[in-house]
Every structure is written in C-alpha cells, then in structure tokens.
C-alpha cells in the first residue's frame, strides 16, 4: 500500500479535478459566500503523526459537526439522564424535520438532528447565563485540539439567529412538550453560537482524537469519556451522523461520522485515525459533497472501514 501521506495528496489531487462539487449552503448567507472551490484534509493517526493536504489550515464553520462536542459535555454533565429528553434511533428525516416531534411527544429522535442538539444545548444552559455555557464549549474545543486560537464566528452566529426560524419553531415546540426547560431565547443563543464555531481541518481532526482512542486524549493520556460512552458516540455517529444520508455514508464510507453545513466532515477510524475534510459544496442532504467522496476514496484504499474483515 501506498504511503498514507501519498494518499491524502492523490485524494487531494483529485478533488480538485472533479467536476461536480455540490451546492453552497446559501440560506445562511456567511456561507454562501464561501467558494466552492475550498477543499482541506487532515488525518491524524494515533502516533501523532499529522497528513495534511489542500486547504487544510483554513477555518471554516464547524455548524452541526459542533454536536459531537455538545454531546459530550452534555453526558459528562448529567450521564445517561440525557436519554430520558433525547432518543438515540435515526431520524429517517431531515436535519431540521418537525414531522416526528408530533408523533413523539416532543422527545427528538437522535441528539444530532436540530431538535436534538437544541436540547442538549438546554441540558448545558443548565441554569446558567448563556454566555458561560458558550464559554465552556469553546474552551472544551479549545482543550481538545489544544490550541487558543480556535474561535466563534460571530458573523456566522447572527446570521444563524437571523434565518434560524426553523429552529426557533422546534424549540418553541418541544418547550410546549416541556422538553425546553429555559426561555428558548437563551437555549438558542448557545445552539447558535457552537453551531459558529471556526476550526481548520487539522484543529478539528486534532478534537477528535478522543474518539479514536477509547475516550483517550492520546497527546496527553488523560480520559475525556470512558471507553464505552466514546464507543457509544461512535456507533451514533455511525447511525445519525448524517440525517436521512446516514445510511448512504455507512455504507460507501463505513466510519462513524458527522457532517455540518459549512462543508466539514469529521470521520473516526478507531484506533487508527481522526480524519477531517472540507469542501462547501455540499450534496441534496446536506453532507460535503466531496468531503464524502474523499473519506471514500481513503477508506478504499487503506482498508480503514470498521466493516473491513
């Protein structure tokens, strides 16, 4: 087999040659501005060792890949209590679906769907003012990749608030379920703000190397989580990290995964990698059209799929 660092830049290579790269997400209009023509990957593997390829140290808006964070501080805080206000099945639906909070007395489905990161941005509201529980994401992040340069884009989180009604309306509903227990004002303040957060491909493959090792920071030995709640938010991953594309993915990517808006992907090989891609355009559900053709074509050639025998 080739080098890894000879794939990342073959990969590379080659996304910058495909023709169809997908649509901007321009209904929040920051990230329509950026062009499609982006495209980043970092792969991180367990010795430290750091493969970058394109635009790879470029920010870019994090948007629902910021769920995987939420997530964890949310179980750090109040354990499997999380599951009593957030199911754990896929969603079948749309990112932003309102359909099954109906049917299901306002409990979403799966904490990475909108309905679902709202609430588990209202278990880290947590009775606190906004601004500290948007302080303690950031400064999780921040530990993780190890790096204080990691920052929230304003500009991203006002136009969230500006265009978010959608949210404003899953919020404003599962609060008349009682599945809301602070103003939704605030709650939202927090999902918008993580949803702002700016990292590169290397700063984001670098914060996820948690879940790659068993729950481990492996730059520095100490536990995040515990080696089943990292296995747990893998298998999550694996099952939702994509809305109603989660199946696609597993099935040509094979690696827990979560996708967001803004283009980026982070995909677990556990015990192998930490993976991040990055191109803006991205597919009819949502996910990084070439971010995914990409974790595809490196799977294929390194055998790293957990499917593999």
């Given at each position: ?144 990749a190890d ?92 099952m939702c ?5 989660s199946g ?62």
């Open positions: 087999m080739a080098s890894l660092e000879s794939i990342v830049a073959e990969i590379a290579a080659e996304m910058a040659e495909a023709p169809r790269r997908g649509a901007v997400a321009d209904y929040i209009p920051v990230l329509g501005e950026i062009s499609p023509d982006k495209f980043g990957m970092a792969v991180i593997e367990v010795d430290g060792s750091c493969h970058l390829a394109g635009d790879a140290e470029e920010p870019f808006s994090i948007q629902s890949i910021s769920k995987v964070f939420s997530l964890t501080l949310a179980l750090g805080a109040i354990g499997d209590n999380l599951w009593e206000r957030v199911g754990r099945e896929p969603s079948g639906s749309a990112f932003n679906s309102i359909v099954q909070l109906e049917t299901e007395s306002g409990i979403p489905r799966n904490p990475f769907i909108n309905a679902g990161a709202i609430v588990v941005a209202d278990v880290l509201l947590g009775g606190h003012e906004p601004i500290e529980a948007i302080g303690e994401i950031l400064r999780f992040v921040r530990a993780l790096d204080d340069s990691i920052f929230i884009d304003e500009r991203v989180a006002q136009a969230e608030q500006q265009t978010g009604f959608r949210n404003v309306a899953l919020a404003n509903y599962m609060r008349a379920f009682g599945n809301i227990h602070h103003p939704v004002e605030r709650t939202l303040g927090v999902y918008f703000h993580q949803c702002a957060l700016a990292l590169s491909c290397r700063q984001l493959a670098l914060a996820g190397r948690y879940l790659m090792t068993g729950g481990i920071n492996p730059a520095t030995g100490h536990s995040i989580v515990s080696t089943r709640r990292a296995r747990r938010i893998n298998a999550l991953m694996m990290g994509h809305y109603d594309g696609e993915f597993a099935f040509r990517v094979g690696l827990p995964g979560k996708s967001g808006v803004g283009g980026g992907i982070l995909a677990i090989a556990p015990g192998r990698a930490s993976i991040a891609v990055w191109s803006p355009g991205l597919n009819a559900r949502g996910t990084s059209q070439l971010g995914a053709l990409a974790l595809e074509r490196l799977v294929h050639r390194t055998g790293w799929s957990v499917f593999e025998a």
